[in-house]
């Protein structure tokens, strides 16, 4: 038996060092950053516009919001002449696409652009995911002090950013003891505290590894908000209508979104009055039978109740075979989760059940939708969006209360990751050269089939 199967969780796709590992006191910060001007320049690859900015460590960035990919900031990197500051050790983080959207300057939200000096371009730092652990915690002269006694935090606490454009493709991340807080302070500052990620080389422990506590905050959250929203658009239906069964309908259903959106659909307790369904409607693989090998394994890891292909989906004479396939008569497809855009939209929507809802919440195919005026005038269709990142701003506790819920999904065993799905990179902190990593990095943006997920690998064998 491999030790992927035996595995509660993916640790074992990261190379650990547990033995003679040794860390020096942490000098400076190494950043993937990425420049304004390069960002709309479409003859360049996304993996063409990255470079890396090394920051002392006694700094700390500003972070500042904006809606433009142009705005910049007067604040420059400071040092906290102040207080006390925590030093975080990055473990992992994601290459999500809307990262990548940020760096080509076609997204909703950025970070405003640091600059320097007058001769250096204005930047940014990528990412908006990832995992740390607390390195130590420094004065303002940078000597190593205690923890706080009131603290409830400690040297090895896991920690992930609740605010958004902070910049997670770092090594080390420096930042203000008073931006950390524990769940005892309701989860509401910059930086919470997630305990009891499995760090074992095994992940023998428990289900919340490494990678589930790393994608846990964006792919997870949303799937968690959808279930959510399922279940609330259900029970109000169900208030007037007899129907036996409520139904999910989401594209890109080979997504992560989609893949931990159904498991934990189907995780829960059946309603003793109706049952919650979903089905996936996924791109067609090379051959027919490999979409079949294909559909076969999605049904049965991610437990969706249907899988259709996109061609079937949007082909008006499959409506008959769809509607016998959910027992239309006895279900109500209210909700649909989109991810594409384009004429898959439009699928989604021709497939649901009067007065139902279209999700947007990505636009992975870069096409605009193209709804249908009936489904409007006669149907009643609403097409709403759904961003995780303003969801959390609204609502300051939500993050580490859906943080905690999916870690006790995934320790219960209800929610997998698939290790085949991701592809690890390792930023070797001791050995690569800038140009290295470099290069690692921009592979893995270019990467097609597999999610690419940076693992920082800190410590070597003596
Ligand atoms: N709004 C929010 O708050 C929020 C939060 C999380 C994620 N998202 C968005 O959700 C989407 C999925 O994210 P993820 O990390 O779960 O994705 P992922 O795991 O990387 O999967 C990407 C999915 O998109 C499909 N896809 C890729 N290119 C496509 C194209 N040109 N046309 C149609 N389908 C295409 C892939 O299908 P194949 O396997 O067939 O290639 C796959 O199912 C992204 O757009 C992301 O930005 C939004």
Known sequence: MSTQ????????????????????????????????????DPYVKTS??????????????PIENSTSSKATTNSKPKTNVSGLSVILKTLAFP??????NQIDGVYGAYAKKIFLTDKEKPFSVAGNEGLFQINSFVDSEGNVQDAPEEANIRIGDFIVPRINNSGTWCTFKTIKYDQIVSQ?????????????????????????????????????CTAYWFKKEFERLAAKDHKTSKTKNYYAIANAGNSQVVKIFNQIVKSQESNENYNLKTVAIVRDRETPEATDKFIAHLKESTHSDIVITETQSQNREFKTEFKK?????????????????????????SKLSNDGTVFTYGGMSLKGITASTTAFIFRNIKYLGLWITKKFDQNKKLKLSYLFRLRALYNSGHLHLDPNDYEVIVWDVKNDS???????ISVGLELKGKKPIVFVKHERKN
């Not at 800038?434 to 690692?440: G, N, Q, R, V």
């Open 95 to 100: 290459l999500n696409p809307s990262d990548k």
């Open 184 to 220: 005892q302070s309701n989860g509401e500052a910059d930086y919470v505290k997630i305990p009891a990620v499995d760090t074992s080389y095994c992940g023998n422990i428990r289900g919340f590894g490494i990678l589930e506590a790393t994608t846990a905050s964006v792919n997870g």
């Open 48 to 61: 063409e516009k990255i470079d890396i900015f090394d920051l002392p460590i006694n700094k700390i960035l």
């Open 325 to 349: 396939m959910v027992d239309f008569d006895n279900s109500n497809i209210i909700m649909g989760l989109n991810a594409v855009g384009g004429s898959s939209a439009r699928g989604i929507e």
């Open 5 to 40: 199967k035996i595995s509660k969780n993916c640790n074992s796709l990261f190379p650990m060092v547990f033995q003679n590992s040794s860390l020096k006191k942490a000098v400076i910060s190494k950043n993937i950053i990425y420049y304004s001007e390069d960002q709309k």
């Open 434 to 440: 800038d140009s290295k990593i470099l290069k690692k």
